[in-house]
């Protein structure tokens, strides 16, 4: 006797409903599994992140270099590079990303230099507008330099990402790390200091962001092979 085929009730040659409803569940099932590890992973890795922010210091005594970068954005870290300077720590400093509209004679007097020091090795760049760009034309001064070393002055919370951005414009170049401290976050001070906890959700954010630019780089007008935007530091200029 012949047997008949059975069909689902989709008709010949498709799966039965039932199956694809099994797959549609099972395949919700997995991307819900991978949502939750993936924000495990990602708090988990949030913690690391702080708990390493909350580690750094500003070293003692920091190797000499060819020269010194600050990487603006509080007058504490600028005080800082050129005190580094002053000490002999470095041939000439660069203070990058600052605002066009600051003057030179400014950033001297803010950090109580004297004009000598800002007329022979001082050099600011205007052109940064973010951490890239930072990388950016901070690589163009150092390859104009034929600088092999830099002393890299930013916060301590900013200074992963900074030093990712840097060692990856400057692969050849040694690069030592001088984290400023405003804020003491060690032994998770920062889980009681809620604006300590924005900055550095918003920090570790970008770092992860740098991060997959490693993995999938994304396109960038760089310019990196052209000449720097700097403008030398005259403590006299208008």
Not at 28 to 48: D, P, Q, W, Y
Not at 84 to 90: E, I, M, N, S, T
Not at 106 to 116: K, V, Y
Not at 205 to 232: F, H, S
Request: overall charge positive; glycine content about 8%.
């Amino acid at each position: 006797m012949k047997q008949e085929r059975q069909h689902g009730l989709d008709g010949p040659g498709k799966p039965p409903r039932r199956g694809r409803r099994f797959g549609m569940r099972r395949l919700a099932r997995l991307s819900l599994l991978v949502c939750v590890v993936g924000a495990f992973i990602f708090i988990a890795g949030f913690g690391l992140f702080a708990d390493h922010i909350g580690h750094l210091s500003a070293p003692r005594d920091v190797d000499d270099a060819d020269g010194i970068i600050v990487l603006t954005g509080g007058q504490s870290r600028i005080d800082a590079a050129v005190n580094l300077l002053k000490a002999g720590k470095g041939k000439r400093l660069l203070i990058s990303g600052v605002n066009p509209v600051a003057r030179a004679d400014d950033l001297r007097i803010a950090t109580g230099s004297e004009a000598a020091l800002f007329d022979c090795c001082v050099d600011i760049d205007h052109a940064a507008l973010d951490t890239i760009g930072n990388a950016e034309e901070s690589a163009k001064w150092v390859q104009a330099n034929a600088y092999d070393s830099i002393i890299l002055v930013t916060n301590n919370y900013h200074m992963p990402r900074s030093l990712l951005e840097m060692q990856r414009l400057l692969p050849n170049s040694k690069v030592y790390p001088y984290p400023v401290v405003n804020t003491p976050l060690d032994n998770g001070a920062w889980l009681a200091k809620p604006d300590a906890l924005r900055v550095l959700a918003t920090e570790y954010a970008k770092y992860v962001g740098a991060l997959v630019r490693e993995v999938i780089p994304l396109p960038r007008n760089t310019g990196i092979n052209g000449p720097a935007e700097l403008t030398k530091a005259s403590a006299h200029s208008d």
